[in-house]
């Protein structure tokens, strides 16, 4: 009696359980679930749940609100850093297009510049003509001056000598004419 008594126990104590396990949902988290995006599932108190996924985090309410806030800031730093992209991008596009625009202007000015130094050129060209045949011209004057000085130096000697030789004549005039009378 008393095995029927611990048998009779046994059973009514595992049909009693059994429902429990029963009346309890069981949850099937599936291994896609480690891909998925979104809101994580909530999990209910006195469920019980079967994980397929190799990782699963377990975070509570007030953990979950902070990361999802900060995902949400980060969404918008991502807003404000494209739109930050997108004005650098304007503004290096306008860059670009005035140094296009600059780089047509220094060729413009370059050919004005190249103008201007053909005819500088061209000028310096006629000056240096100019200045050669000047100093041609001076090295001429300067053979001329030297010849008339030389000619004026022989022209003193021989008037020097010239006068010396009327002196002598004038002195032999006189010393004859002195003589004779």
Known sequence: MKNLFILLFILTASFSYGQDID????IEIPESYANRQGEPFIVKRDSLYIFRTPDIYLV???SFLAIKNVYLSTLEQDKMTKSLIEKYSETLSRNIELERQL???????????????????????????????????????????????KNTKRQRRKSAFEKILYAIGGV??????GVSL
């Open 103 to 149: 780089k047509i202007n220094f060729k413009a000015s370059d050919s004005l510049d190249l103008e201007v130094y053909k005819r500088t050129q061209a000028t310096l060209s006629n000056t240096q003509r100019a200045l050669d045949y000047t100093i041609n011209s001076l090295d001429k004057a300067t053979t001329s001056l030297e010849l008339v000085e």
């Open 60 to 62: 509570n309410k007030k």
């Open 23 to 26: 009346s309890i949902q069981v």
């Open 172 to 177: 032999g005039i006189g010393v004859l004419v």
